[in-house]
Each structure stands twice: as C-alpha cells, then as structure tokens.
C-alpha cells in the first residue's frame, strides 16, 4: 500500500490525535527497595509546573513508539532502559472537537539510579511505597499505582480521559473481556 492509499488527504477533516509517550522507570535496590523515577516539572514548565510525572513527550514523525519513549527516557534523565513494557493507552481530551492526545504508557527498568539532569525538571527516585500522589499530575494517584501493579504479560490498559462541566478529569478505564 502507497502513501496514497493511507487516506491522509482525505481524513484531513476527521478527527485527529497527537501521538505522545510517557514512562516510568524502576529500578530494585537491595538497600532502598523498589523505587520509580519521576520528573518534577520545573517551575518554568508551562504544563505541570512543580507537579510529579513520568518521563516521556511527543512522538517525532517517522519514529515508532519504543524509539520515542528509549529517545524521551534518554534526553530526560541520561538513563538506557531495558524490559520496555506497554502499560496502557490512554485517549484524552484536549478540550478540541478536532483534535486529541494519544499517549502510550510504558514501564521500563534501568540498571542504575545514575541520571543526568535536564532543563525538564528535578529527577528523583521514589520508593513505590512512598509515592507522593498529592504532587503529581492529576492523574497519576490512580493510573501510577495500577501500572506498577502489572505483571509482565498483563495486557495493557485501556483509558479515556474527559473532563466534566466543572473541568474536573474523568478517567474511564475500559472493561477486560
């Protein structure tokens, strides 16, 4: 099939998502116990200033998915990752009829809690235990536990994400059948 039989020209008017990537990396310590990295946005970030999330951002055009969420984990925090896992796809709400957010959510395992700072924000290893839910995004206190819950074969979760008239998140996870 060319590129011409994909459609492109003619879906222009349909509805349309933007492709983004977000990971949580683990690492076992047998001193520290399980701990996952999380990204505190800097205060200077114009979306989740100050806030907890994963490591990740937009997919490049011509780069699948795995590469993406290996490029963001690498640009963000220095950090090879291995045992990329997909955890969930997520359809949220951008608040236009016409266009959405598509993110793929992933965990992966890095060998080493070593990072190198970036412009992103303040990297730290959290203790699953002690995750500081009340700082993160808004939806992190109820999708971050559930993925970190998976086992490996689990299948990946399905979500979407809408807000309500009082601008409040809505998060519909799909039922297994």
Not at 133 to 143: F, G, I, N, R, T
Request: glycine content about 8%; charged content about 25%; proline content about 6%.
């Amino acid at each position: 099939m060319g590129r011409e039989d994909q459609g492109v020209q003619k879906s222009r008017h349909r509805y349309q998502v933007i492709p983004r990537v977000l990971c949580f990396v683990t690492h076992d310590d047998a001193a520290d116990g399980a701990a996952v990295l999380l990204l505190r946005g800097g205060p200077h970030k114009r979306l989740w200033a100050n806030r907890y999330n994963g490591l990740g951002g937009h997919v490049e055009s011509g780069e699948d998915i795995y590469a993406a969420t290996r490029r963001e984990v690498r640009e963000e925090a220095g950090l090879e990752i291995h045992d990329l896992l997909l955890r969930a796809v997520v359809h949220a709400d951008a608040g236009d009829p016409t266009l959405g957010i598509l993110f793929f959510v992933f965990t992966a395992r890095a060998d080493s809690r070593a990072v190198t700072p970036s412009a992103e924000g303040a990297l730290e290893w959290r203790r699953q235990d002690a995750l500081p839910l009340a700082e993160m995004v808004e939806d992190l206190p109820v999708l971050l536990p559930k993925v970190l819950a998976m086992q490996p074969a689990d299948p990946p979760l399905f979500v979407a994400y809408s807000y309500d008239d009082a601008d409040r998140l809505q998060m519909h996870f799909a039922e297994r059948v």
